[in-house]
């Protein structure tokens, strides 16, 4: 399929649109910018993504949540660890795309489909779909310390290598080290980098929801489908 179409049918794009996309350098094949719209990309096979979220056309619509444990990766080349998809006892796995992908050290909710519109309206920032993650730092925080970071993260903060601040978020302290933060986008190790600007470092990171789907009946490694009014949430 030539690669305009695809990221048409895999997001709520024109074609038109989908050509500005490309032009912008915002679309990767295989970890490699591609401008060209005619290039041919295996819908099946080749790694499609737009601005570092994974695109797919959907071949079955099947809709997923996992909870992932530590030691998994969230690609479909993994490098060092097991892919998370091995945990999945489905047929025709290399269909299944994710929707916002976790570090190998992180936990927490997966939602995987082969629906390609549908998995875009689960990670666009536009959609304000909240996601909530639950940390734990490597130093305490004082009193001061955690309301100027509860403040700043409401505000949004500009992080670096980022052209634009965070969408404003809301940060809760549990206590010194630990934190429930809540989001409606998805950068690249924001959570970690959000923590990072305050001069912390994040050692336990766990998503606990997505768009209110928690893991509740979930064991680690555990998944199962989505009922229809889940999906239709989103």
Same mark, same amino acid.
């Given at each position: ?5 695809? =990221?048409?049918? %895999? ?8 050509? &500005? ?8 094949? @295989? ?13 099946? @096979? ?59 050290? !992180?936990?927490? %909710?997966? =939602? ?8 875009h309206r689960v ?12 940390? !734990? ?36 302290? =549990? ?5 429930r933060l809540i ?8 959570? &970690? ?6 001069? @912390? ?11 209110? =789907? ?21």
């Amino acid at each position: 399929m030539r690669l305009d179409k695809f =990221i048409s049918k %895999a997001t709520e794009l024109s074609r038109k649109e989908a050509k &500005k996309v490309l032009h912008a350098s915002e679309i990767t094949v @295989n970890d490699k910018v591609v401008k060209d719209g005619s290039l041919h990309v295996d819908v099946l @096979n080749d790694e499609v993504m737009w601005a570092g979220e994974p695109l797919s056309v959907a071949a079955g619509s099947r809709y997923l949540l996992l909870y992932k444990p530590e030691g998994f990766e969230c690609t479909l080349k993994p490098k060092e660890y097991p892919i998370v998809t091995e945990l999945i006892a489905v047929p025709e796995l290399d269909s299944l795309r994710i929707a916002g992908r976790l570090d190998v050290d !992180t936990t927490g %909710a997966l =939602i995987l489909s082969d629906d390609g519109r549908w998995l875009h309206r689960v990670t666009s920032p536009k959609h304000l779909h909240e996601k909530v993650y639950e940390l !734990t730092l490597a130093d305490p925080m004082s009193e001061e310390e955690q309301a100027h970071a509860v403040k700043k993260v409401g505000q949004g903060i500009l992080l670096d290598g980022d052209f634009e601040p965070t969408k404003p978020a809301t940060l809760e302290f =549990i206590d010194d080290t630990h934190a429930r933060l809540i989001l409606t986008e998805g950068k690249y190790h924001q959570v &970690k980098r959000m923590m990072g600007y305050f001069g @912390n470092k994040v050692t336990e990171l766990h998503r606990a929801s997505i768009g209110g =789907i928690t893991l509740e009946g979930l064991e680690k490694g555990e998944s199962r489908f989505l009922t229809e009014e889940e999906v239709a949430s989103f």
